[in-house]
C-alpha cells in the first residue's frame, strides 16, 4: 500500500513537473524585442534601378556580325543602378548601404531590409536614395519631422509612384 | 580463444560503455522506481511522440472548426472560441499548445536518449538519419500555427520568420513585404497558412511512419499509465494557465516584450542576438552533423547474419523474431518453400534469429552443428563446441551454466560456475538449456539485460517467452524448470547478479541436483558423438 501511494506520488510529480516545465518556457520568459523606450525604424524597399547606360544605334558593321532576326537599330543594355540608401537621424548617419540589383544580368529590382531601432522621442528622420548610377550624391530624398512612442513601427519605403521615398 | 566462454583469462568482457549511456541509464533506473519499467516514460519516448501527434491533430481538428480564414476573422474567431467558449475551446486550444510544447520536448529527449545510449550507429543509421527531418517538420509546423492566431506574436513570427528566410538568395529581403505593410495580408494570407498547418504535419506523419519502417513491431503509442497521467498534466496546466492570444496584430506597434513560446520560436529570437546568416549556417551545420553522426567514428559492425539454404526451412520464426525487420522471405532456391534472406544493412548482428530458429538445436548429430540462420562470427556450432569443452574439463560437473547478455552484468569467473558471454540473451536457443543440464551442469542461469535496457528491443522479451514455453522454438515441458533460473540484471548490478546466481546454487544444492550430472553427460555425448 504504502509503495503504491508512493508510485502513484512520484508520478505525479513527475508529471506535474513536466507540466510546469512546458507551462513555463511556452510564455516565459518574455523576449525583449526591443529594448524600454525604444521605437523601431524599417526599411524596406524593392525597386529596380535606373538603366547604368542610355541606348545606342548600332553601327552597319555590328548589325551586319549579328544573325539577321536578331539585327534591332538599337543597343540598350539591361543592366540596372544599383540603389544606394542613406538613413539619418538628427543630423547623424544611421545606416548607408548599396543594394545591387536582382539576376545574373544585373537587370532586376534592388531589395532592402533593414531594421534600426531607436529611442523614442522627437526626432528628425532624413532617408535619401540615390537609383541612378550617372548621378552624383542622391536623387531622391525624403525628411520628416516625428515624434515617436516606445514600439512604434515607422516604415521607409520607396514607391516612384507615390513620389520616391516614403515615411509612414 | 573461446569466443563465448568466459574465462579466468578474462575473455567474453562486458562490453565497452560510454559515460553519457551510463548517466542516461541511471536517469531511467532512477524513474523507473517512480513509474515502473512499463510506464516509464523515458522508455517510450517515440510511443509518447506518436501519442502526442495525435492528441494534436484532434485538438487542432476541434479549433479548425471555428477557425475563420480572413484578415478580420482569424483573431476574432480564435478569440471567441478561447473565451466564448472557454470550457471547450478554451481548454482544447491549450491542450493543442501544450501538447505541441511537449511533441517538441519530447523528439529532443528522443535523440538526446539514442544519442546518450549510441544507438544511431550501424544497422540504426536509417531510423536515425530519417529522425532528423521530423525534427525541422515539428517546428515548421508549430511555427506556422502560430501565424493563425494574428495576434501581436503572431505578426512578430511572421515577420521575423520573413526575415530569416529573407536571408536565403532563393527568397531575399522583399519576403517581409508581405507583413509589414497595411493591405499586405490578405484573406488568401489564411487559407494558405491553414493549408501549411494541416499539410506539413501530413508530411510529419509520413517521416514518422518512414522513421520506424525498419523495427518490428514498432511502438507507435505510449502505455495507458503514460496516456492518462501526461493527458492529466496537460490538462491540469490548460485549466490553471489557459493559453490566450495576445492583442491583435497591429503592423505600427510592437510590443517591446513579448511572451513567446521558446519551444518553437527559439530560433527567430536568435537571428536578432546574431544574424539570419548565422543561424541558418548553424540549423544547417546541425542538421548535417546529425545526418552524418552515425558515420562519424563508427567502429566496425560486426557480420550480419547468414542464411544456410539446406537448414532453412522457411518456418519464418526468425522473420517474426527479427526485431529490426532485417529479415525477408523469399521461394527456397530448392524449389519449396520458402527461405529467410538477410538484408545486411538492417541487421544488428544479434543473433535472435539464431536463438529462433528450429536448426539451432545442440541434439543434433553431426560434427559440426550449423543452423538455418546464424552469426558468421558467433555461430551457435562454436557456442555448442564451447560448452562441450568446458564441462569435458575435470571438475566442471556440477558447475552452474550461466549464459549472459554481454549488454547486461556479467559474473566474474570462478571454478563453480561457466559462463558464457552471448550479444543478446535472445540468441539462446532454448535447447541449450536442457544440453547444458545433461552435460553435467547442476543449472542453468540465463542473465538477460535489466527489464527495459534491451539493446535489441525484444531480446529479453523472446527469452522469457522460449524459456516459458509460450513461443516457438519452447523450452521442452519436460525440463526441470527448477534447475532453470532467468535473472534479469543491469549492467551495474553485476552484485546482485552475483547474488542471485549465489541463491541459485543454493537452491540446486538443497535439492542435490548435479550430483548426477556427469553421468547424464556422458550417456548423451557418447550417443551423438560429441562426448
Known sequence: MANTVLRYGGQAILYLLFAAFVGYFSTAPAYQHLAPGEALLRLSFRHPGQLTTDCRPRSAEELAKLPPQLRAQMECPRERSPVHVRVELDGKVLYDETFQPAGLRRDGAASGYHRLPIPA??????????DDIRVKGFNHEGERQMKVVPGQVVLIDFIPDQGGVVIR | MPLFLSTSSGDVPPLPDGAAARAWRALEHALDR???????????????????????????????????????????????????????????HSLHRYASDAFVAVIVLHLVRELMLGRFRGFRWYSWVSGVPTLWLALAAGVIGYWMVWDT????????????????????????????????????????VVFLHIGLPLVLLLAMWAHVQRLTRPQTGASRAVVLWSLGAMLALSLTEPALSGPP????????????????????????????????????????LLTVAP?????????PAEVVPQYCNGCRRCFADCPFAAIAMAPHPGGEGEIAVVDADRCASCGICAGSCPSSVPFRP?????????????????????????????????????????????PAVRPELVVFGLPCAGMLPPSFVEYGLRAGAAGVAVATCGQGDCEYRFGVRWTLERLAGRRE????????????????????????LEAQIESFRSRLAATGAGSTAGGVRRHIFGGNGHG
Open chain 2, 366 to 410: 553431426g560434427a559440426r552443428l550449423v543452423s538455418g540462420i546464424d552469426l558468421p562470427d558467433l555461430t551457435v556450432g562454436v557456442l555448442r563446441d564451447e560448452l562441450d569443452a568446458a564441462f569435458r574439463q575435470p571438475g566442471a560437473a556440477g558447475a552452474t551454466l550461466v549464459f549472459a547478455c554481454r549488454h547486461g552484468a556479467m
Open chain 2, 34 to 92: 517512480a513509474c515502473g519499467v512499463e510506464d516509464n516514460p523515458l522508455r517510450q519516448l517515440g510511443g509518447l511522440g506518436f501519442y502526442l501527434f495525435w492528441l494534436i491533430a484532434i485538438t487542432g481538428g476541434y479549433l479548425y472548426i471555428f477557425y475563420d480564414t480572413s484578415v478580420e476573422g482569424a483573431y476574432a474567431s480564435v478569440e471567441a472560441l478561447t473565451r466564448g467558449q472557454w470550457w471547450a475551446g478554451g481548454v482544447m
Open chain 2, 249 to 288: 496584430a497591429n503592423l505600427v506597434r510592437l510590443p517591446a516584450s513579448l511572451p513567446i513560446d521558446w519551444f518553437y520560436l527559439a530560433p527567430l529570437t536568435a537571428i536578432y542576438a546574431t544574424s539570419p546568416e548565422l543561424v541558418w549556417a548553424v540549423s544547417m551545420g546541425l542538421t548535417l
Open chain 2, 295 to 303: 558515420w562519424l567514428g563508427a567502429p566496425a559492425r560486426p557480420a
Open chain 1, 121 to 130: 522621442g522627437d526626432h528628425v528622420l532624413r532617408v535619401q536614395f540615390n
Open chain 2, 473 to 496: 522454438p519452447r523450452l521442452r515441458r519436460g525440463v526441470d524448470r527448477t534447475r532453470l533460473a532467468v535473472i534479469h540484471a543491469r549492467r551495474e548490478d553485476r552484485a546482485a
Open chain 2, 153 to 192: 506574436i503572431a505578426l512578430f513570427v511572421a515577420t521575423a520568420t520573413a526575415e530569416w528566410f529573407g536571408a536565403l538568395p532563393g527568397f531575399g529581403p522583399a519576403l517581409v513585404r508581405n507583413f509589414i505593410f497595411e493591405g499586405a495580408v490578405s484573406d488568401r494570407f489564411f487559407s494558405l
